[in-house]
Structures are given as structure tokens and as C-alpha cells.
């Protein structure tokens, strides 16, 4: 355990635990675990400096989940009262951000129903009906909105259409589609979508390509960025070894 180890104990066990706790959820480089097991609380100490500090904005999120609920829940009553296409947009995208995908789709089918002249609700279905593996609805939605915005959300709706027309076996169009948007957007989502693409039909050195792609952002992109987009590295790294070299 160490001088320091004793002179802190029951605390240096305790930092230890957060320090892999933190580790285990936001997987950052693998040596940070040996810092933390061999190196004790100086370890430990070292890693939440480093790597969990930072986060602090980030995990900050997660203290949202409160007052989002209550305002959830205002929501559910005032529905009651004033079913408007505004109040389940805001329900829905609430929904959307505690991970209620059905319920958040069902929020956004009232809004609609009720003024479909906008592409926000659309959009925002579309996503939950691809979140629940629903593509042929997601087609609907997403070109309905792409056709009225074509680099809605930064690309990322085109991007999603191109996915979904992936799953639903129009591999032609996917294709055409990802092209037409990778030559603007930089989304790793989106680049990863087409490895998939592109690995299901065995074109394996053009999959690992666009896999590499979303690693090689990574050297020059600032930490904040590079903690948000360590979801894409890995799903990328997973996905180059799989694919033969």
C-alpha cells in the first residue's frame, strides 16, 4: 500500500474505486490503468488530475437528469390541459435526452398529427426510429426533411438517410448518398456508417479507409473534442479488427 496509502487509508481506496470507475465509463488509454492499480493513491491522484478533472463539464451533464425529469413531468400535466404541437416537441426531445427512444417517438407522432409544417419533429423521429432499429420509417421521416434542408444538422440528417437507405437494402443509393455528403461533413458517425456500408458488401480496404479517417482526427483535435468523440474511436478501432488488412 505505500506510506501514503496508510497515512490516507480508508482514502486512498476510495480514490482508487472512483479513479477506475471513471476509467471503466470514458475508456480512456489502457496504461491509465496500471497507473491506477500499481501506482496506488499517487496513481490514482494522478489519473483524476489528468483525465477526470477535465470531464467535469461532461459528467456535469448527468446532474441534468433531475431537473429534466421535473420538467418531464411539468410537461405530462400541462398536456393534459394544452395538447400543443409545441409542448411534445419539448416533451419528445426531453425524452430523447433520458434515452426513451418509444417515448420520445410518440411525443413527436402527437406533434406532427398535430402541425406537420415544421422539419424538427420530423428529423427527431427519424432518429428515434433508427435508435429503435425502425429504418423504413426513418427513410420517410429523413427525406421528407432532407428535401427541404440538405445539410440539416450540419449534414448529420443526410448522413442518417444515407444509414438508413443502407438498411433497408438500397445500397446504391446509401452509397451515392454517403459520397455526396462526406465530400462536406467530417462527422466520424457518419464515416463510420459508410465503413459498415462498405464492409457488409467485402470492399474491406475502402471500409478500413473511412475507419481511419475518424482515428486521424484524433491527433489534432482538442481534448474536450477528442473525450466527446472517444465513443467514434473506439467503434472505429473495433471495426478495423475485424476487417482483414
Given at each position: ?16 474505486g ?7 465509463r ?45 420538467r ?58 433508427i ?7 426513418a427513410?420517410?421521416?429523413l ?5 427541404k434542408?440538405?445539410?440539416y444538422?450540419?449534414q ?10 443502407a ?18 461533413s ?11 456500408l ?13 475507419a ?34
Open positions: 500500500m505505500g506510506y501514503l496509502g496508510y497515512l490516507f487509508y480508508p482514502w486512498g481506496f476510495l480514490l482508487q472512483l479513479a477506475i470507475i471513471h476509467f471503466i470514458r475508456r480512456p488509454e489502457n496504461y491509465w490503468l496500471f497507473v491506477i492499480l500499481f501506482m496506488g493513491l499517487p496513481g490514482a491522484l494522478i489519473y483524476l488530475v489528468v483525465e477526470a478533472l477535465p470531464d467535469a463539464g461532461l459528467l456535469g451533464q448527468s446532474f441534468k437528469v433531475f431537473p429534466r425529469r421535473k418531464m413531468g411539468q410537461l405530462e400535466a400541462m398536456i393534459r390541459d394544452n395538447p400543443s404541437p409545441g409542448n411534445y416537441e419539448e416533451l419528445g426531445d426531453l425524452y430523447m435526452d433520458d434515452g426513451r427512444a418509444a417515448d420520445a417517438r410518440a411525443a413527436f407522432d402527437k406533434a406532427i398529427a398535430a402541425r406537420a409544417d415544421t422539419p424538427d419533429p420530423f428529423y427527431r423521429r427519424g432518429v428515434c426510429a435508435q429503435l432499429g425502425d429504418f423504413a420509417a427513410v420517410s421521416d427525406e421528407r426533411v432532407v428535401s434542408q440538405s445539410d444538422d450540419f448529420r440528417a443526410a448522413g442518417l438517410l444515407a444509414h438508413a437507405y438498411q433497408t437494402g438500397q445500397k446504391e443509393r446509401a452509397e451515392a448518398l454517403f459520397r455526396q455528403v462526406t465530400k462536406i467530417t462527422l466520424s458517425e457518419t464515416y463510420l456508417n459508410f465503413a459498415d462498405l464492409a457488409s458488401e467485402q470492399r474491406n480496404a475502402e471500409a478500413r479507409e473511412w481511419q479517417k475518424v482515428l486521424d482526427k484524433k491527433p489534432t483535435m482538442p481534448n474536450y473534442l477528442r473525450r466527446r468523440e472517444r465513443p467514434w474511436f473506439r467503434r472505429a478501432n473495433d471495426l478495423l479488427k475485424r476487417l482483414p488488412a
